[in-house]
DNA sequence: GCAGTGATGAC
RNA sequence: AUUGUCAUCACUGC
């Protein structure tokens, strides 16, 4: 029922300035054309023109990606692939029109990248959590996921044809397959692309998904195996996999790691409130490497945690 | 509420 | 020389 195009907003110049401002706040390193914040600083108004200009004559093309490896915490590396600036503003553009659309849509157990949600929220929320959680990772799930399903889900939920156009632009620059960690757009593209799996695992019980990394609380084992069945065969589709190592099916009274925090679900008989007070306060001490002041507040963290889930924080 | 700087955490 | 989204804290300006 809109009658102004959604490519209109992302093209208007204020949303354009906006992307461009969030840009160079976020530090605005160059692309693969080695143009900086400060050098797209001069001259904005008729780089923004012309950017403007090629969408609609429908002759834009990105420029290339600049890929940049990452050491990780764990010792392995991820690889970042970066969009030129102009490019991240662009994208950043569509990212915020898109959002107001794509957000409602999505499963309430979703919670990465998301406005208004956070990791706490998404700890919180499997506060009660009784029985056994399928703890699972898509392996990965940035380099691999498949466009042929998310243009798809796009097709159905944005009406705008050349806001398609333009994401199915960047999908191509970033090869056959994967999103460029490092695109602005791609968090929500991730989340869009997962819609199905949301949908399907959230009918075998509470799910709460962070990106690549999702629990399922089952009420039994069996439980918990259809649930790894239906994201294997839902998965598939996308051309993605779970991680043998990082996916497990665990017992109440047992804990595993979510979002950084280690967990323990009641049993669904509540025998077990005696280890768990124990592993609560474990895993309190656990988490006090922090330096400053920055204590304070993880401390504060855990504690509010430890008072709102069944699991601890 | 909107900008700027610095930091922490999740992925 | 390390990108991105979200959340949170501190400080500065309107």
Redesign the pocket.
């Known amino acids: 029922m809109t009658r102004s195009s959604l490519i209109d907003s992302a093209l208007s110049r204020s949303a354009l300035r ?1 992307a461009f ?9 160059a692309g693969g054309d080695g143009i900086t914040a400060a050098a797209m600083t001069r001259g904005l108004e008729t780089a923004l023109d012309a950017l403007v200009r090629e969408v609609r004559r429908g002759r834009y093309q990105p420029g290339p990606l600049r890929a ?1 490896p ?2 990780k915490r764990d010792g392995s590396t991820r690889v ?1 692939r ?1 969009p030129c600036l102009r490019d ?1 503003v662009l994208q ?1 553009a569509v ?1 915020s029109v898109l959002v107001p659309v794509l957000d409602p849509l999505m499963h309430p157990g979703s919670f ?9 929220l998404a700890l919180r929320s499997l506060r009660r959590g009784q029985g056994w959680a399928l703890d699972a990772d898509i392996r990965s799930f940035f380099d691999e996921i498949g466009h042929h399903p998310l243009r798809r889900v796009l097709k159905q939920k944005v009406s705008c044809l050349e806001t398609r156009q333009l994401i199915g632009i960047w999908l191509g620059s970033f090869g056959r397959r994967g999103l460029a ?4 757009i ?2 929500l593209l991730a989340n869009t692309a997962l819609g199905p799996l949301d949908s399907a695992l959230s009918k075998h019980g509470r799910l709460v998904r ?4 999702f629990v399922v609380v089952c009420a039994d084992k069996a439980g918990a195996r259809e649930a790894r069945r239906t994201a294997e065969q839902t998965l598939r589709f996308a051309g993605l996999r779970l991680h043998p190592d990082k996916t497990r099916i665990v017992p109440p009274g047992m804990s595993f790691t979510f ?2 925090t280690e967990l323990v679900l009641h049993s669904r008989d509540r025998r077990p409130q005696k280890q768990l007070k124990n592993k609560m306060k474990l895993s309190l001490r656990r988490e006090t490497i ?1 330096p400053g002041e ?1 204590i304070e ?1 993880v401390l504060r963290e855990g504690w509010k945690n430890m008072l709102n889930l069944t699991g601890r924080s």
């Open positions: 906006r401002t969030r840009a160079r706040a976020n530090g605005g390193a940049v990452i050491p970042l970066i991240r950043g990212a990465a990248y998301r406005p208004g949600r956070s990791v706490p960690q490092g695109s602005p791609s968090p962070y990106a690549d990394d979002l950084g922090s920055h507040r």
